[in-house]
């Protein structure tokens, strides 16, 4: 089986989870983007002087960065990602295929406002932000609390095969067996969070969790 052939089997309507494993995320952060968020909150309400606004817009960032920086862990990218702007790692995201177009949308709209340092903001620029920031989290954090770790995904109309599938965060990698029921022999691929196979089985991947 090629790995062309493989994404069409885990694409395909008639494929389903026969078996799998969740996790939640083990997250090396001492604030989270909850956290953050709630930090923006109260600063926003906290009146609208020059600091309150700043630091509501800081911290409403600070979760935004750190939501995204939770993901690239969840997929396996941080090693990787550590190097990468914040562009780039959206643009890791949009190629999951896990941020809806409309919130995409709105995050690159208001990305000038957080870039520029030295301009103070106005409270519905601060409050709009936020909004922003707790949709991402929200559409997101299924990603961080209940990951799909180990699974098998069969067929009903390839019944005599299946994917035994294995993800190692630690190693940024995926093993993907291709098993055939009572062969002992397996085709296997093992895929790098470096190579591209790795978005692209990633993304038909949650999109097949997602279905189920």
Do not use: C
């Given at each position: 089986m090629e790995f062309s052939?493989?994404?069409?089997?885990?694409?395909?309507?008639?494929?389903?989870?026969s078996s799998r494993?969740?996790?939640?995320?083990?997250?090396?952060?001492?604030?989270?983007?909850?956290?953050y968020l709630s930090f923006a909150e109260f600063d926003l309400e906290s009146g609208t002087e020059k600091h309150s606004l700043i630091n509501a817009l800081s911290n409403a960032k600070r979760s935004l960065d750190c939501q995204i920086d939770c993901l690239m862990i969840a997929f396996g990218f941080f090693g990787n990602s550590k190097k990468w702007n914040v562009p780039k790692k959206i643009e890791t995201l949009k190629n999951l295929g896990i941020i809806a177009p409309r919130i995409l949308n709105?995050?690159?709209?208001?990305?000038?406002?957080?870039?520029?340092e030295f301009v103070v903001p106005n409270k519905e620029q601060v409050s709009d932000f936020i909004?922003?920031?707790?949709l991402f989290n929200a559409?997101?954090?299924k990603h961080i609390f209940n990951f799909p770790r180990d699974s098998q995904i069969e067929h009903d109309l390839i019944?005599?095969?299946?994917?035994?599938?294995?993800?190692?965060r630690n190693q940024r990698n995926i093993k993907i067996e291709v098993r055939e029921k009572g062969v002992?022999?397996?085709?296997?691929?093992?895929?790098?969070?470096?190579?591209?196979?790795?978005?692209?089985?990633?993304?038909?991947?949650?999109?097949?969790?997602?279905?189920?």
């Open positions: 052939e493989v994404i069409d089997f885990l694409s395909n309507d008639n494929s389903y989870w494993g969740h996790e939640e995320i083990d997250i090396p952060f001492d604030v989270t983007p909850s956290e709105k995050i690159n709209s208001v990305r000038n406002l957080v870039e520029h909004d922003i920031v707790a559409s997101t954090e019944k005599e095969v299946f994917l035994d599938i294995k993800f190692k002992t022999d397996r085709q296997i691929f093992n895929i790098d969070s470096s190579h591209d196979n790795y978005i692209i089985f990633m993304k038909h991947y949650i999109e097949n969790f997602s279905k189920s």
